[in-house]
């Protein structure tokens, strides 16, 4: 048994035994040169970025064209919720795309978030006298 200063380690003789023929099962994957390579999509980055008008006309050309929000997202640089969130303000609920998809129009989003924004923060209150 080792003591350190703040925790205890225990290694077990069939551990050193191992560790003879694999030095990284003792301690798992902390060995040196072993690296895990990373799957497309996983463990990405957060980007907080503010979509603009012509990231919406980009959704809209490429939705229109078929592709999928995940393909979409990684083109514009944010995350895949943005673009359902985003596909969702576009919609006007009644009319469909070529692929049966409901239709996504950036002018339409645009207006809903502008709308948005004026109607956030502080209200005026009315005077009464």
């Given at each position: 048994?080792?003591?350190?200063?703040?925790h205890?380690t225990?290694i077990?003789?069939?551990?050193?035994?191992?560790s003879?023929r694999?030095?990284?099962?003792?301690?798992?994957?902390?060995?040196?040169?072993?690296?895990?390579?990373?799957?497309?999509?996983?463990?990405?980055?957060?980007?907080?970025?503010a979509?603009?008008?012509?990231?919406?006309?980009?959704?809209?050309?490429?939705?229109?064209?078929?592709?999928?929000?995940?393909?979409?997202?990684?083109?514009?640089?944010?995350?895949?919720?943005?673009i359902?969130?985003?596909?969702?303000?576009g919609?006007?609920?009644?009319?469909?795309?070529?692929?049966?998809?409901?239709?996504?129009?950036?002018?339409?989003?645009q207006?809903?978030?502008?709308?948005?924004l004026?109607?956030?923060?502080?209200?005026?209150?009315?005077?009464?006298?």
């Open positions: 048994m080792k003591r350190g200063s703040d205890v225990v077990i003789a069939s551990d050193i035994e191992q003879t694999n030095p990284a099962s003792i301690f798992g994957n902390v060995a040196e040169g072993h690296t895990r390579r990373q799957k497309e999509g996983e463990n990405v980055e957060r980007q907080f970025k979509l603009e008008f012509d990231d919406r006309k980009q959704i809209a050309a490429m939705y229109a064209s078929g592709a999928i929000a995940s393909d979409i997202a990684r083109k514009i640089g944010v995350s895949v919720s943005t359902y969130t985003e596909l969702k303000r919609q006007d609920g009644f009319t469909l795309d070529k692929n049966f998809r409901p239709t996504y129009d950036p002018d339409l989003a207006k809903r978030v502008q709308e948005a004026r109607r956030r923060g502080r209200r005026k209150r009315d005077i009464q006298p």
